[in-house]
């Protein structure tokens, strides 16, 4: 075994058994992307093709994506992230694969049906470079001469070339660059050797120009939350801005976990509820067309962990309830709890026949009752609980909790 990347021996001495179980064990600190997908990189591919059914991937309750080989090309890595297991000076056993025995590893276990793709990251061994060329030939290998047509997710070191970032997309069918903070200044308190400028941004923004130009292939982020003393309006200001500057497809939020030995080890883990509302704010931003300001975060620039974002903004804009379900346009729909994209474009759909009358009709078209119907009218008539929309009873879940059975009330328009 070899403690430190200033102590390596000849990694051929390790079993692959043995850089499994490094490699597996360093890898589950990444969030897993969804990862549906109906596109091959190849065409006519011999195995592991899913068009056009797509991957199915199943996830463990706290999210995590359990059907992906998820593993590092190696632990050894030359930048000292605070929270990260892999960073240069921790004193744990390294190793790595060379591409042919990734490859080999991942076919085996593919023809035994443990897993369905492959999700590929790693430290940072001799430079970004020879890092990201090793990992582009584990997927090249798979392509071109296994002809694997099933999912690759290939992480991007920060500060990858242009041509690298090309090579990866064209194997791989997601690519992702974690952005782990939201800004210069939060990632300077985790890292002396990460530039956020040219290392994340800038990577970044080769990413997004290749996305936004080829579209073949998309790419995601993720952040630490809670490492760095950011605020959730810091993490939805940076996820707002590579949405819309940078082709992001998605970004992913993994609760900050101490890991002995680093710097941060004496921090407290972040509460799993943050990065739920983390989560919840995202969706509203790309798929409700709910915007940052529209956000209600208290006096630090946080999320309520107690109830849900969309809730939040529902108790906060009194002015705009209860709506008429047969007047709102399909956007002020999405701003009804309890009601998603598709039961707002159900209901539209409906309105073209006629006008909806019961809330049984709201059930039928997904609508989730009660969440919502405290907010709306049907044809004038309120099916629901005024007390929640009354200004002086519009306070905290805490005042509300003293209140008892209106405890019950607001409990059940909470999402989990
Ligand atoms: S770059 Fe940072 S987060 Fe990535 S493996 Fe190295 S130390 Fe860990």
Same mark, same amino acid.
């Given at each position: 075994?070899?403690?430190?990347?200033?102590?390596?021996?000849?990694?051929?001495?390790? +079993?692959?058994? +043995?850089?499994?179980?490094?490699?597996?064990?360093?890898?589950?600190?990444?969030?897993?992307?969804?990862?549906?997908?109906?596109?091959?990189? &190849?065409?006519?591919?011999?195995?592991?093709?899913?068009?056009?059914?797509?991957? =199915?991937?199943?996830?463990?309750?706290?999210? /995590? =994506?359990?059907?992906?080989?998820?593993?590092?090309?190696?632990?050894? =890595?030359?930048?000292?992230?605070?929270?990260? #297991?892999? /960073?240069?000076?921790?004193?744990?056993?390294?190793?790595?694969?060379?591409?042919?025995?990734?490859?080999?590893?991942?076919?085996?276990?593919?023809?035994?049906?443990?897993?369905?793709?492959? $999700?590929?990251?790693?430290?940072? $061994?001799?430079?970004?470079?020879?890092?990201?060329?090793?990992?582009?030939?584990?997927?090249?290998?798979?392509?071109?001469?296994?002809?694997?047509?099933?999912?690759?997710?290939?992480?991007?070191?920060?500060?990858?070339?242009?041509?690298?970032?090309?090579?990866?997309?064209?194997?791989? +069918? /997601?690519?992702?660059?974690?952005?782990?903070?939201?800004?210069?200044?939060?990632?300077?308190?985790?890292?002396?050797?990460?530039?956020?400028?040219?290392?994340?941004?800038?990577?970044?923004?080769?990413? *997004?120009?290749?996305?936004?130009?080829?579209?073949?292939?998309?790419?995601?982020?993720?952040?630490?939350? *809670?490492?760095?003393?950011?605020?959730? /309006?810091?993490?939805?200001?940076?996820?707002?801005?590579?949405?819309?500057?940078?082709?992001?497809?998605?970004?992913?939020?993994?609760?900050?976990?101490?890991?002995?030995?680093?710097?941060?080890?004496?921090?407290?883990?972040?509460?799993?509820?943050?990065?739920?509302?983390?989560?919840?704010?995202?969706?509203?931003?790309?798929?409700?067309?709910?915007?940052?300001?529209?956000?209600?975060?208290?006096?630090?620039?946080?999320? +309520?962990?107690?109830?849900?974002?969309?809730?939040?903004?529902?108790?906060?804009?009194?002015?705009?309830?209860?709506?008429? &379900?047969?007047?709102?346009?399909?956007?002020?729909?999405?701003?009804? #709890?309890?009601?998603?994209?598709?039961?707002?474009?159900?209901?539209?759909?409906?309105?073209?026949?006629?006008?909806?009358?019961? #809330?049984?009709?709201?059930?039928?078209?997904?609508?989730?009752?009660?969440?919502?119907?405290?907010?709306?009218?049907?044809?004038?008539?309120?099916?629901?609980?005024?007390?929640?929309?009354?200004?002086?009873?519009?306070?905290?879940?805490?005042?509300?909790?003293?209140?008892?059975?209106?405890?019950?009330?607001?409990?059940?328009? &909470?999402?989990?």
């Amino acid at each position: 075994m070899y403690y430190n990347s200033t102590k390596r021996k000849d990694v051929q001495e390790l +079993d692959v058994l +043995d850089k499994l179980q490094i490699l597996g064990e360093g890898a589950k600190y990444d969030v897993c992307a969804s990862t549906a997908t109906k596109s091959s990189k &190849i065409i006519n591919p011999a195995i592991g093709s899913t068009s056009p059914s797509g991957i =199915c991937h199943s996830f463990t309750p706290d999210g /995590r =994506c359990i059907s992906l080989f998820k593993v590092l090309l190696t632990n050894y =890595c030359e930048k000292d992230c605070a929270y990260c #297991p892999n /960073r240069i000076d921790r004193n744990v056993p390294r190793s790595r694969f060379t591409a042919d025995e990734l490859v080999n590893v991942f076919m085996e276990f593919y023809r035994r049906n443990y897993v369905e793709g492959l $999700f590929l990251s790693s430290g940072i $061994f001799h430079s970004t470079s020879a890092t990201m060329d090793e990992m582009i030939k584990v997927a090249e290998i798979l392509r071109n001469h296994h002809k694997f047509g099933g999912y690759i997710h290939l992480k991007i070191l920060p500060g990858s070339s242009a041509a690298e970032i090309q090579a990866a997309a064209a194997v791989a +069918d /997601r690519i992702s660059l974690n952005m782990e903070a939201p800004s210069d200044r939060h990632l300077a308190k985790l890292s002396r050797t990460k530039q956020y400028g040219p290392e994340i941004i800038g990577t970044m923004a080769k990413i *997004g120009a290749y996305v936004a130009r080829y579209k073949d292939v998309s790419h995601t982020t993720q952040y630490i939350v *809670g490492a760095a003393q950011e605020s959730d /309006r810091d993490i939805l200001t940076s996820a707002a801005s590579l949405y819309k500057g940078y082709a992001l497809k998605r970004a992913y939020f993994s609760a900050f976990q101490p890991v002995k030995h680093t710097p941060l080890e004496t921090v407290s883990a972040t509460p799993l509820i943050r990065e739920n509302r983390l989560y919840q704010s995202d969706f509203l931003l790309r798929l409700y067309g709910f915007h940052l300001g529209e956000f209600v975060f208290d006096a630090g620039g946080n999320l +309520d962990p107690d109830i849900d974002p969309k809730l939040a903004y529902a108790l906060n804009h009194p002015e705009l309830f209860p709506l008429d &379900i047969n007047q709102a346009s399909y956007q002020q729909l999405l701003k009804v #709890p309890g009601i998603g994209p598709r039961s707002a474009s159900r209901i539209v759909q409906v309105r073209r026949t006629h006008r909806l009358n019961d #809330p049984r009709e709201l059930k039928n078209a997904g609508v989730v009752l009660k969440r919502s119907l405290s907010f709306i009218t049907l044809n004038g008539q309120y099916f629901g609980d005024r007390r929640l929309l009354d200004k002086p009873r519009r306070q905290t879940y805490q005042q509300l909790a003293l209140w008892g059975d209106e405890r019950d009330l607001y409990s059940s328009l &909470i999402t989990g």
